[in-house]
């Protein structure tokens, strides 16, 4: 069974940091781009930034303080946010899509993926 659970969200004040994770059950993640999204209320679901064998990426909005990395060992993904900003704030949720072992593929859209975390939330506020 396919499952990905987030952690590591909370109330942080601005210019603070987070790491989240997102741990991988019942699939291997070399096969898989994980890539995390976030949605602030009233606002579309956006990605974040993704992970594909060695390759990652960035929105633009988060290059340059946010960073994604991947351990095999515990099948988990982690997203290191620093220099947080109030428009950060959203529920965050890491998502899977199988791509295949020799692929960097990362598909931007949502829905692209097909297993989906039951997300963290990430408010920044003094």
């Known amino acids: 069974q396919v499952q990905l659970v987030e952690s590591g969200g909370g109330l942080v004040q601005p210019g603070g940091s987070l790491r989240l994770s997102c741990a991988a059950s019942g699939f291997t993640l070399d096969y898989y781009a994980i890539r995390w999204f976030r949605q602030a209320p009233g606002k579309e679901r956006e990605g974040v930034s993704c992970?594909?064998?060695?390759?990652?990426y960035y929105a633009d909005s988060v290059k340059g303080r946010f960073t994604i990395s991947r351990d095999n060992a515990k099948n988990t993904v982690y997203l290191q946010m620093n220099s947080l900003k109030p428009e950060d704030t959203a529920v965050y949720y890491c998502?899977?899509?199988?791509?295949?072992?020799?692929?960097?593929?990362?598909?931007?859209?949502?829905?692209?993926?097909?297993?989906w975390g039951q997300g963290t939330q990430v408010t920044v506020s003094s």
């Open positions: 998502a899977a899509r199988f791509k295949g072992v020799g692929s960097y593929w990362c598909p931007q859209g949502s829905n692209e993926y097909s297993y």
């Open positions: 992970i594909s064998r060695s390759a990652t």
